[in-house]
């Protein structure tokens, strides 16, 4: 496979940047490039996962933390930086326990397992 033939990747790009790592993926079609291929398989499938339970941190904290009505100001800024600084800390991956109902941490978890099987 020639790299060449790859776009690649500057800033302006950078939202591309899984689009673009698929298409390298599908262009690997040697027998040779088999370990590559299985590899990047496996890039992907983590990045997505990721990506998958980044987005469901960010909707649940925007249901739980700044939708609710009953929280003051000062309750939504103060669980705003809490949750800012736990991600500075640690990417979004783990989910907002402390926030959220164990019912909703179940269904979650086992949407984020279904979805994220590697």
């Known amino acids: ?6 776009p690649r990747l500057n800033d302006q790009e950078a ?4 689009e673009l790592l698929e298409e390298y993926h599908c262009k690997l079609t040697r027998p040779q490039d088999k370990q590559l291929r299985n590899a990047i398989e496996r890039v992907i499938k983590i990045f997505k ?13 925007y249901e739980i933390t ?12 103060a669980e705003t930086l809490q949750i800012a600084c736990k991600w500075e800390n640690s990417p979004p991956l783990s989910g907002l326990s ?3 109902e164990p019912s909703t941490n179940i269904a979650k978890q086992t949407l984020f397992t279904t979805v994220c099987k590697i």
């Not at 496979?1 to 790859?6: E, Q, T």
């Not at 939202?15 to 899984?18: E, G, P, Q, T, V």
């Open 66 to 77: 700044l939708l609710d009505e009953s929280k003051s100001i000062q309750q939504k800024t």
């Open 98 to 100: 402390y926030l959220s």
């Open 15 to 18: 939202h591309r940047a899984l």
């Open 49 to 61: 996962c990721r990506l998958f339970q980044a987005l469901l941190d960010i909707q649940e904290f």
């Open 1 to 6: 496979m020639d790299v060449r033939s790859i």
